[in-house]
């Protein structure tokens, strides 16, 4: 899955710089999370490093975009081009 980022983002902007796939950036109110970008860190580190930094923990899973370990490392593969 994709992560995505909840209403309770206090706007602290720690995320967006953690992110190796740039899928973070500023909305109107909050940040958001591109899950055509996001990888959950797989390729690059053990754990999604916005997930690691986030002092509101407002980071979880999103159910609307299901992937599994194995999309989400072909995705990372696409994304750095070592297809």
């Given at each position: 899955?994709?992560?995505?980022?909840?209403?309770?983002?206090?706007?602290?902007?720690?995320?967006?710089?953690?992110?190796?796939?740039?899928?973070?950036?500023?909305?109107?109110?909050?940040?958001?999370?591109?899950?055509?970008?996001?990888?959950?860190?797989?390729?690059?580190?053990?754990?999604p490093q916005c997930v690691e930094i986030c002092p509101?923990?407002?980071?979880?899973?999103?159910?609307?975009?299901?992937?599994?370990?194995?999309?989400?490392?072909?995705?990372?593969?696409?994304?750095?081009?070592?297809?």
């Amino acid at each position: 899955m994709a992560l995505m980022i909840t209403d309770d983002c206090i706007n602290c902007d720690v995320c967006e710089s953690e992110c190796p796939n740039k899928a973070i950036y500023q909305g109107p109110e909050i940040f958001h999370i591109r899950p055509e970008l996001c990888t959950e860190c797989v390729g690059h580190f053990d754990v999604p490093q916005c997930v690691e930094i986030c002092p509101v923990s407002c980071i979880p899973k999103d159910p609307n975009n299901e992937e599994t370990n194995v999309d989400l490392f072909v995705k990372y593969k696409k994304l750095t081009n070592k297809c």
